[in-house]
């Protein structure tokens, strides 16, 4: 049992999230969000390089809906998490995707996220582990 690394109950049950999936849906908000909090300013831009699991179901299991609630500062039990890309529209963000299906990444789960405004421009890769949780 000392081999456990868990910070909390919590991090065995899972999140209250907007599903279906914590690695697809959760950790993708969480990474989009850190990701936004770092820019730390409202984007114009953003581009979301995606890669092999994210890369073939992004759609499907709401990790584009997810990546996107994340830059725009929503948690993951949002309920506007569905509307996320409208709402990306609406205020004026350019969303762009890229993906790569096939990729050597060591994660299956990967994206690598480049937001911009007119004043600057960062990039960073992020992967879901699981649960919620990301890197």
Same mark, same amino acid.
């Given at each position: ?11 065995? %049950? ?15 908000? =969480? ?8 820019? +730390? &300013? $409202?984007?114009? $831009?953003? $581009?979301?390089?995606?890669? *092999? ?5 992004? /759609? ?9 609630a994340g830059i725009l500062?929503?948690?993951? &039990? &949002? ?9 990306? /529209?609406? /205020?004026? %963000? @350019?969303?762009?995707? =890229?993906?790569? @299906?096939?990729? *050597? ?6 994206? /690598?996220?480049? %937001? ?9 890769? +992020? ?9």
């Amino acid at each position: 049992m000392s081999n456990l690394k868990f910070q909390s109950v919590f991090d065995i %049950i899972g999140p209250v999230m907007i599903g279906p999936s914590s690695s697809h849906t959760a950790g993708a908000v =969480r990474i989009g969000k850190i990701v936004s909090s770092i820019f +730390g &300013d $409202e984007p114009t $831009e953003v $581009e979301f390089q995606l890669y *092999n699991s994210f890369a073939k179901t992004y /759609r499907g299991h709401g990790t584009d809906v997810a990546l996107v609630a994340g830059i725009l500062g929503m948690d993951t &039990d &949002d309920p506007r998490i569905p509307n996320s890309l409208d709402i990306a /529209r609406e /205020r004026g %963000i @350019k969303v762009y995707w =890229r993906v790569n @299906k096939d990729s *050597n990444t060591p994660h299956p789960n990967t994206t /690598r996220i480049i %937001i911009k405004n007119d004043k600057k421009s960062i990039s960073a890769t +992020g992967v879901s582990i699981g649960g919620g949780t990301f890197k």
